[in-house]
């Protein structure tokens, strides 16, 4: 069963957007060229702490962090150390909170300095997927019309969409039903309702959508070492089509 939130619910979960998009904005800033990937994760709990919030990921099965900062080939779930970002480099940072017992989740991409002009494109493509599969969140339409939108858009730019990790619900917990994939048919999956709420998240990858998973059991990274994009936004499904809560 997919949750269908009430208006009380979906009033807490706006709160929860508006705040962790406010959140991410603070952080952003703080991302920088010789800056470590600890630092940001001390500075994004701290943040997160002080608005009244609680950091979503930090213990979450074992997750050791407050934000995942997965750098160029690594596609997602990578964990914060000592690393200092360098000039080149390709940030993805993935955000999650809990507010008062209902959880946001989002994640965008930073380019550090020189980055070559394909890997601008594969970060430019990811980011507009994200918002073509956002577009699909009304009722009445088919969950896999947002991931084939995602699909045939990035396909069409000549990369891959990783078939490893998903999207997903999101409310109560952190992670619901349904999953989001960022492939499939359209017109197939559950009927998107009113009151839906749905975590969607492009990871596109330059290469090959295979993903290998590294020693410390969590960071993915892409098979062949080449550079990967990560967006995410939390999107609430009403009556007036997908309302983005952590815009």
């Not at 989740?105 to 970060?123: H, I, K, P, Y």
């Not at 939390?234 to 007036?240: I, L």
Request: charged letters at 20%.
């Amino acid at each position: 069963m997919i949750p269908i939130k009430s208006a009380l619910e979906l009033e807490a979960m706006r709160k929860a957007g508006a705040l962790l998009a406010r959140i991410a904005d603070k952080i952003r800033t703080t991302i920088a060229i010789g800056k470590s990937t600890e630092e940001i994760d001390a500075f994004a709990e701290a943040l997160i702490l002080k608005e009244g919030a609680l950091p979503a990921f930090k213990g979450y099965h074992g997750f050791p962090a407050s934000v995942c900062t997965s750098i160029n080939e690594e596609v997602v779930h990578g964990i914060p150390s000592q690393r200092q970002l360098k000039d080149g480099d390709i940030l993805k940072l993935d955000i999650g909170i809990n507010v008062n017992g209902f959880y946001s989740d989002c994640a965008f991409t930073v380019l550090l300095g020189n980055v070559s002009g394909r890997q601008r494109r594969l970060v430019d493509a990811t980011k507009k997927a994200l918002d073509i599969g956002l577009a699909q969140a009304w009722p009445n339409n088919h969950l896999y019309d947002i991931s084939s939108a995602i699909q045939k858009f990035v396909e069409a730019q000549g990369f891959s969409v990783v078939r490893d990790f998903v999207g997903h619900g999101i409310g109560r917990l952190m992670h619901e039903a349904p999953e989001v994939p960022n492939f499939g048919q359209p017109h197939t999956g559950p009927i998107l309702k009113e009151g839906m709420v749905l975590a969607i998240e492009p990871m596109v990858n330059m290469g090959t959508w295979e993903v290998v998973i590294a020693d410390n059991k969590w960071t993915a990274r892409a098979k062949d070492n080449l550079a990967s994009a990560h967006f995410e936004h939390t999107v609430a499904v009403t009556a007036n089509g997908p309302e983005i809560l952590t815009r």
